[in-house]
T-cell receptor
Framework: GQSLEQPSEVTAVEGAIVQINCTYQTSGFYGLSWYQQHDGGAPTFLSYNALDGLEETGRFSSFLSRSDSYGYLLLQELQMKDSASYFCAVRYNAGNNRKLIWGLGTSLAVNP | DVKVTQSSRYLVKRTGEKVFLECVQDMDHENMFWYRQDPGLGLRLIYFSYDVKMKEKGDIPEGYSVSREKKERFSLILESASTNQTSMYLC????????????FGSGTRLTVV
């Protein structure tokens, strides 16, 4: 079957760097996405990795290793507003469809 | 600002009622999705649509149906609401293609009493 694992909670302090890991088991893997969701808000798209390596977008970077079935989201210069849940999602090929499977989310608490 | 709009932020319905949740996107996206989000269970796909009048079942379609008569609008219907359908419902849309992210609506918090 298809599965994703990510930590349920991470805590860090303002100005620090935090890494949120995501490991997956899927067949027909296409790519790994990351989303941010603040309490009571809608998930917002952060990044998509289809190839191995690091993609940087401002303070956020996302990494993928297809051979290790592993990726991570790296948040630098943490700010209080980064406190949110972060979801990884894997796109994979399922017969005639391309589907998305979601992790359960990592709750990030940024403390002063 | 491009967006996905869900008709209601909060909704309270009685058991057995037929419930309509509406979703409209203004980005000319081909794909539209309905998810429900529950604590500890994450995001679960109910139905999705890749084109007008086209629909496919997701992982938990039981008790739900959908309608997509126009490209911009995707409706979720609870034929006979039950208390276990109390949840946050999220609509999303995306372009065709593998590297396009989903744009989500703000969600509808449905309570069935």
């Amino acid at each position: 079957g298809q599965s994703l694992e990510q930590p349920s909670e991470v805590t860090a302090v303002e100005g620090a760097i935090v890494q949120i890991n995501c490991t997956y088991q899927t067949s027909g893997f296409y790519g790994l996405s990351w989303y941010q969701q603040h309490d009571g808000g809608a998930p917002t798209f952060l990044s998509y990795n289809a190839l191995d390596g690091l993609e940087e977008t401002g303070r956020f970077s996302s990494f993928l290793s297809r051979s290790d079935s592993y990726g991570y989201l790296l948040l630098q210069e943490l700010q209080m507003k980064d406190s949110a849940s972060y979801f990884c999602a894997v796109r994979y090929n399922a017969g005639n469809n391309r589907k998305l499977i979601w992790g359960l989310g990592t709750s990030l608490a940024v403390n002063p | 600002d491009v967006k996905v709009t869900q008709s209601s932020r909060y909704l309270v319905k009685r058991t057995g009622e037929k419930v309509f949740l509406e979703c409209v996107q203004d980005m000319d996206h081909e794909n539209m999705f309905w998810y429900r989000q529950d604590p500890g269970l994450g995001l679960r796909l109910i139905y999705f649509s890749y084109d007008v009048k086209m629909k496919e079942k997701g992982d938990i379609p039981e008790g739900y149906s959908v309608s997509r008569e126009k490209k911009e609008r995707f409706s979720l219907i609870l034929e006979s609401a039950s208390t276990n359908q109390t949840s946050m419902y999220l609509c999303a849309s995306s372009r065709q293609g593998m590297n396009y992210g989903y744009t989500f609506g703000s969600g509808t918090r449905l309570t069935v009493v």
